[in-house]
T-cell receptor
Framework: EDQVTQSPEALRLQEGESSSLNCSYTVSGLRGLFWYRQDPGKGPEFLFTLYSAGEEKEKERLKATLTKKESFLHITAPKPEDSATYLCAVQEPGMNTGFQKLVFGTGTRLLVSP | EPEVTQTPSHQVTQMGQEVILRCVPISNHLYFYWYRQILGQKVEFLVSFYNNEISEKSEIFDDQFSVERPDGSNFTLKIRSTKLEDSAMYFC????????FGQGTRLTVV
């Protein structure tokens, strides 16, 4: 069975203290790896899609990278408003080639203190 | 910015009752999904829908569940004879590629 494992489960940072979140995956035929942000009681908010090893994407203080076995979400000089749960998901091929389902990890709860 | 809209935001129902959760996907998206998240657990895939039919469904999506696109804009999830363990956040999503999620409906079965 395909697995997505995220670490750490929780991370507490001081404002400005950079760090990385990890997502390791075992999936046959990776079609895509996704990062989402989820605030309490809200739906996942799309951040990035990565498709191939070596690919990197950036958005403000966030940078996502991908290897053949894992992805990292690097947070540079975080601010309190970056506090959220960050979810990693892998895309599996569905019956229709244009159609995928996502398998999520349990997420990393990030708290950034001022 | 276009967004996926879900109603209601919170639904409380008696065990055994039927509920319908409603979603308006982003217009011009062709693929639709329902996911659920039990409190403190992972987001789980339920079903995907394309061209007016189910494309794939998970083991969770048994005969108790059904989906429908009754018109050109709405996408619904019906849960028949609700059970206590159906209590969860239900998320609708739509995509051209990456999935965009709604804010969810919190279903509480009492």
């Amino acid at each position: 069975e395909d697995q997505v494992t995220q670490s750490p489960e929780a991370l507490r940072l001081q404002e400005g203290e950079s760090s990385s979140l990890n997502c390791s995956y075992t999936v046959s035929g990776l079609r895509g790896l996704f990062w989402y942000r989820q605030d309490p009681g809200k739906g996942p908010e799309f951040l990035f899609t990565l498709y191939s090893a070596g690919e990197e994407k950036e958005k403000e203080r966030l940078k996502a990278t991908l290897t053949k076995k894992e992805s990292f979400l690097h947070i540079t000089a975080p601010k309190p408003e970056d506090s959220a749960t960050y979810l990693c998901a892998v895309q599996e091929p569905g019956m229709n080639t244009g159609f995928q389902k996502l398998v999520f990890g349990t997420g990393t709860r990030l708290l950034v203190s001022p | 910015e276009p967004e996926v809209t879900q109603t209601p935001s919170h639904q409380v129902t008696q065990m055994g009752q039927e509920v319908i959760l409603r979603c308006v996907p982003i217009s011009n998206h062709l693929y639709f999904y329902w996911y659920r998240q039990i409190l403190g657990q992972k987001v789980e895939f339920l079903v995907s829908f394309y061209n007016n039919e189910i494309s794939e469904k998970s083991e969770i999506f048994d005969d108790q569940f059904s989906v429908e696109r009754p018109d050109g804009s709405n996408f619904t999830l019906k849960i028949r004879s609700t059970k206590l363990e159906d209590s969860a956040m239900y998320f609708c999503a739509s995509s051209p590629g990456e999935a965009f999620f709604g804010q969810g409906t919190r279903l509480t079965v009492v």
